[in-house]
């Protein structure tokens, strides 16, 4: 692998990290995590989702959180605030909001599909392509990102076939997905599943393929991060501590946790362009606004070693 590559990180502890705790995070707390994200050098941060409150009351005040998160740029120019969207009227909040990015979860499973959005995966698919055309309408741009969720297997229909992932994936790409994500919902990928998909999706849909959203259910996180490098994966979502889950995907624990992939990836020489001490300031002001939450990663309990060499 050659070094000095860049590897993009989109942080998603303000959504997925929060959306399953036990207890609230202020707004206030929930911003000052999101500005200490970005000074910590994060260049993408998913920062709640445009869901139906008493559906997810945490992600209540993502509307005012996306208005503070967007008041960043003064000091964070080249900030990608994005939100997660489960309809036509997420995204519509969303671009009336200011959002730079929207993702949208399309299952690759039928019982995640029903279980998470009430819908069937084509129908979801058809979503999707209502959503970009009103996108597309829209004076400014918005890039759309689709995720396959579940795509490496589902907590209520058990396997999911190589062949579904492609098929959901290839009617993103059709639709007009910017890019499309493959996400790990649940967490039961290992590496070389994690190759088998990223191969079998790019030899459908190319470079269309962008990034992966991974959980650590089975501890396998960052070893699947690294098979998804391996194969040229250079964009990753996680979440600080290690935070997240989905309330629809009954057994999914966190996300892999950030603090621990920027080691990864800065060592082998891939920058993130992500301060590590900075970020673990990240990882206390969420400490501090969240206290009851148990908080993951290793790194941050071994402290930066000494050896450590940013990538650049
Ligand atoms: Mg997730």
Redesign the pocket.
């Known amino acids: 692998m050659s070094t000095r590559e860049r590897a993009m990180i989109c942080e998603?502890g303000p959504r997925?990290g929060l959306q399953i705790a036990k207890t609230r995070m202020s707004t206030p707390d929930k911003l000052a995590w999101i500005e200490a994200i970005a000074a910590a050098g994060v260049g993408e941060i998913e920062i709640g989702s445009f869901v139906p409150p008493r559906v997810i009351p945490q992600m209540a005040d993502t509307g005012e959180i996306l208005a503070g998160s967007l008041r960043l740029l003064d000091r964070y120019p080249d900030l990608v605030v994005q939100t997660l969207i489960p309809n036509l009227r997420g995204a519509q909040a969303a671009y009336e909001g200011g959002a730079h990015r929207v993702s949208i979860p399309v299952s690759v499973s039928e019982g995640h599909s029903r279980s998470n959005l009430n819908r069937s995966v084509d129908e979801q698919i058809a979503e999707v392509e209502r959503i970009i055309a009103w996108v597309r309408a829209q004076p400014r741009a918005m890039p759309v990102l689709a995720a396959c969720s579940t795509a490496f297997g589902c907590s209520i229909d058990g396997v999911v076939r190589t062949e579904q992932v492609v098929r959901v994936a290839a009617g993103l790409a059709e639709a007009g997905a910017d890019q499309v994500m493959l996400?790990d919902?649940v967490g039961y990928a290992h590496p070389a599943q994690i190759k088998e998909v990223v191969r079998a999706v790019r030899a459908e849909i190319g470079d269309r393929l962008g990034g992966i959203?991974l959980?650590d259910t089975c501890g396998l996180g960052i070893a699947n991060a690294l098979a998804a490098l391996e194969e040229g994966v250079r964009q990753f979502?996680s979440c600080i501590a290690g935070l997240?889950?989905?309330p629809y995907a009954p057994g999914?624990s966190g996300?892999i946790v950030t603090e621990d992939l920027v080691f990864m990836l800065e060592s082998m020489g891939f920058a993130t362009g992500i301060d590590l001490a900075k970020l673990l300031e990240a990882r206390a002001v969420l400490h501090a606004g969240l206290p009851a939450e148990p908080m993951h990663g290793q790194l941050p309990k071994a402290g930066i070693p000494r050896t450590f060499k940013a990538a650049a």
């Open positions: 998603v997925d996400a919902t959203h959980h979502d997240g889950g989905c999914a996300n």
